[in-house]
């Protein structure tokens, strides 16, 4: 992209979605699946059991979304979710061994989850051109508890908790938006998942599409920027490169 193209003219907030976009959700929590799992002497693809645990959130956060029942409270989604999966035939023997503390525990796993690489630096570097915030799904403790966590800088923490819905409900983006006094497209939704950014783009934000590895499924992998035929006003590899951009244009 060329430095003297500004694809995200008068931006003064980005926005990220958290989960996949700035922190390592699948390697974090199977790496601690995986060591409760020796602790215990239980062996099971914890690879599947991270992802059966996310893919129970999204269904129900997008169900919560669109309208329907469901917690409001991502912790005591991730809880639920938990119990069901722990009476699954394939992993009744790891749930014998927990009893409530210790799945309690375990469910705060989702508060510990690991930044990818460029994620600290990154958000360091672009908190001196904009504000930079979340707009998570995740609810507030949950998101304070991992920026403490993972050295993640924020200058604001909005969750979906303070709207009463999840993503990709329109009220979770404008109402982000109005806290910090700016119109939609004064923000910017940064995201891997392509979703996130469709529904920000509808209401008139602009969109920062970031590559990461297995956040999306095959058939979305070419996402590419307006200025070469695409969907989104940019695409970057890290945050570091978005930083970059944004200190040319200025």
Not at 63 to 84: C, F, K, S, T, Y
Request: negative net charge; glycine residues 8%.
């Amino acid at each position: 992209m060329p430095s003297n193209h500004n694809p995200l003219p008068g931006v003064q907030a980005l926005l990220f979605d958290v989960f996949g976009t700035v922190v390592d959700w699948h390697g974090s929590v199977t790496a601690e699946l995986q060591a409760l799992g020796e602790k215990h002497g239980v062996e099971g693809d914890w690879s599947a059991f991270a992802k059966t645990w996310r893919n129970g959130y999204l269904k129900t956060t997008r169900q919560v979304a669109l309208g329907g029942g469901g917690p409001g409270n991502v912790d005591v989604m991730h809880r639920q979710i938990l119990e069901d999966i722990l009476s699954l035939p394939d992993w009744k023997i790891l749930g014998a061994k927990l009893d409530s503390e210790a799945r309690d525990e375990l469910n705060l796993v989702w508060h510990r989850l690991h930044g990818w690489p460029d994620s600290t630096p990154g958000l360091h570097a672009l908190k001196k051109e904009v504000i930079i915030a979340t707009l998570s799904n995740g609810n507030v403790r949950l998101l304070i508890d991992m920026a403490k966590f993972a050295n993640l800088p924020w200058d604001a923490v909005f969750s979906a908790e303070l709207f009463d819905s999840f993503k990709p409900n329109p009220k979770v983006y404008l109402g982000a938006a109005s806290h910090l006094s700016l119109r939609a497209d004064q923000c910017a939704m940064v995201a891997a998942h392509i979703y996130d950014l469709r529904a920000a783009a509808a209401l008139g934000m602009r969109t920062v599409y970031i590559r990461r590895s297995g956040e999306e499924p095959p058939d979305v992998e070419d996402v590419k920027a307006k200025a070469d035929g695409g969907e989104v006003d940019a695409v970057i590899d890290s945050f570091t490169e978005l930083a970059t951009l944004l200190q040319q244009l200025h």
